[in-house]
């Protein structure tokens, strides 16, 4: 039974200094970074001391996952995450070079499900970019 947004407390506040980094690392760090810096940076490129890494490190929490899945969806890399059981979430990935990939069936959260999700996502473009180079 949902609770009553009247009585819950408020939340918590979220910290807003995670980089890109705690998400993506190697090649898919430097891809996203790219993309992100081509999509969503404007009036910023303008300024003396741009740094599109740190523009991403400034944003909102719950807005740095949201990006990344946006730039795993251009790339053909689909996370997909719902509802299992027991007030528990699964996430996975799906794309048209590999069938479905599960990320677990015990998260807690919404959240840490896309999160597991983005972080296998991020092991598997790793690893098909050195396939890609060998």
Same mark, same amino acid.
């Given at each position: 039974?949902?609770?009553? =947004?009247?009585?819950?407390?408020?939340?918590?506040?979220?910290?807003?200094?995670? =980089?890109? !980094?705690?998400?993506?690392?190697? #090649? /898919?760090?430097?891809?996203?970074?790219?993309?992100?810096?081509?999509?969503?940076? =404007?009036? *910023?490129?303008?300024?003396?001391?741009?740094?599109? *890494?740190?523009?991403?490190? !400034?944003?909102?929490?719950?807005?740095?996952?949201?990006?990344?899945?946006?730039?795993?969806? !251009?790339?053909?890399?689909?996370?997909?995450?719902?509802?299992?059981? #027991?007030? #528990?979430?699964?996430?996975?990935?799906? =794309? *048209?070079?590999?069938?479905?990939? !599960?990320?677990?069936?015990?998260?807690?959260?919404?959240?840490?499900?896309?999160?597991?999700?983005?972080?296998?996502?991020?092991?598997?473009?790793?690893?098909?970019?050195?396939? /890609?180079?060998?």
């Amino acid at each position: 039974m949902p609770k009553n =947004s009247n009585t819950d407390p408020k939340p918590q506040c979220v910290q807003t200094d995670v =980089s890109v !980094s705690a998400f993506l690392n190697g #090649k /898919a760090k430097q891809d996203f970074i790219k993309w992100y810096d081509k999509n969503y940076i =404007s009036v *910023e490129r303008f300024l003396k001391d741009y740094d599109p *890494e740190q523009l991403f490190k !400034s944003l909102h929490e719950p807005f740095k996952p949201t990006l990344i899945v946006e730039w795993l969806d !251009s790339i053909g890399m689909f996370i997909d995450c719902g509802y299992y059981a #027991k007030g #528990k979430m699964c996430s996975g990935i799906e =794309s *048209e070079k590999f069938s479905f990939i !599960s990320t677990g069936t015990k998260h807690e959260t919404r959240r840490e499900a896309i999160i597991s999700a983005i972080k296998k996502a991020n092991e598997l473009y790793n690893a098909k970019v050195v396939e /890609a180079e060998h």
